[in-house]
């Protein structure tokens, strides 16, 4: 409805149990409704992390509305410096304190005119309030080589710098969602480049597979290929991985 810019939880027999709102006054939005990602920290508190477009980007939210925790630091207001897409509790962490995400930065790499966005994967430690990066997906993928459709279409991001002059990169990655798959172990999703990429802490990047960069796997047609994807998620009891298609980037689509 107007007015509603927040997050509501439906239960398994569709009806809306839960919601907490945001005003765009709130939070910084730059167009983009406030909210952006929810998960339930299975504690059996019923309570939930947030990320939203704003200052205080991260939050934990308790079951009945008051805010029980906040992350800003001026990490998250610099250019390119914004969390985004994903905030998901790292089931394998001790007390459950962890919550993945992932966070821009803008670099400048040879072989490109313009500057690229990219994106690291991040852990937010609630216990300590404390951001520390895990790997930075730029340092992996060849900003020349790697690249899909969509890394080359005409959506760019704009920021300003510390200086106060606007950036604009182009979205080479896109990075859009995380989940630990075990501990120590990362599956990361690449809309951009069309591209999952298991992570591990110990050895970094264990593999990649994609339908338009290096992959280390072979689809069997063209019809397997997947593009574009959202929502990239394990099944622990099956070993099985599920994603939404967007298919922006299909020839067909």
């Known amino acids: 409805e107007a007015g509603f810019h927040g997050f509501v939880a ?7 149990g839960w919601y907490h709102n945001y005003t765009g006054a709130e939070f910084r939005s730059d167009g983009d409704v406030p909210a952006h990602a929810y998960d339930q920290v299975p504690d059996g508190s019923f309570s939930a992390v947030l990320l939203t477009q704003g200052t205080e980007q991260l939050q934990q939210v308790a079951a009945d509305g008051p805010l029980m925790l906040a992350h800003a630091g001026p990490e998250l207001t610099t250019c390119g410096g914004a969390l985004t ?13 962890d919550v993945l995400t992932l966070q821009d930065h803008i670099v400048w790499l040879e072989g490109r005119d313009q500057p690229q966005l990219a994106q690291s994967l991040v852990r937010w430690d609630r216990s300590a309030d404390r951001l520390t990066t895990m790997f930075n997906l730029s340092d992996h993928f060849d900003v020349v080589k790697d ?4 890394s080359d279409d005409d959506w760019t991001f704009q920021c300003k710098d510390l200086d106060g002059d ?15 798959t075990a501990k120590g172990e990362y599956l990361v999703s690449l809309r951009s480049l069309s591209a999952l990429v298991a992570i591990s802490e110990v050895g970094g ?10 992959s280390d796997f072979a689809f069997v047609n063209d019809g397997q ?7 990239a998620t394990y099944r ?3 070993g099985h991985i599920m994603l939404v298609d967007n298919g ?5 689509a």
């Open 225 to 231: 290929k997947f593009y574009n994807q959202h929502h």
């Open 85 to 97: 897409h994903e905030a998901v509790v790292n089931t394998y962490s001790d007390d459950l304190s």
């Open 10 to 16: 439906v239960d398994a027999g569709g009806g809306g």
């Open 166 to 180: 606007t950036v604009t990169a182009e979205d080479w990655l896109h990075t859009n969602s995380v989940v630990a």
């Open 205 to 214: 990047v264990r593999w990649t597979l994609s339908s338009e960069v290096r």
């Open 248 to 252: 922006a980037s299909r020839g067909s």
């Open 147 to 150: 690249r899909g459709a969509m």
């Open 236 to 238: 622990a009891e099956t």
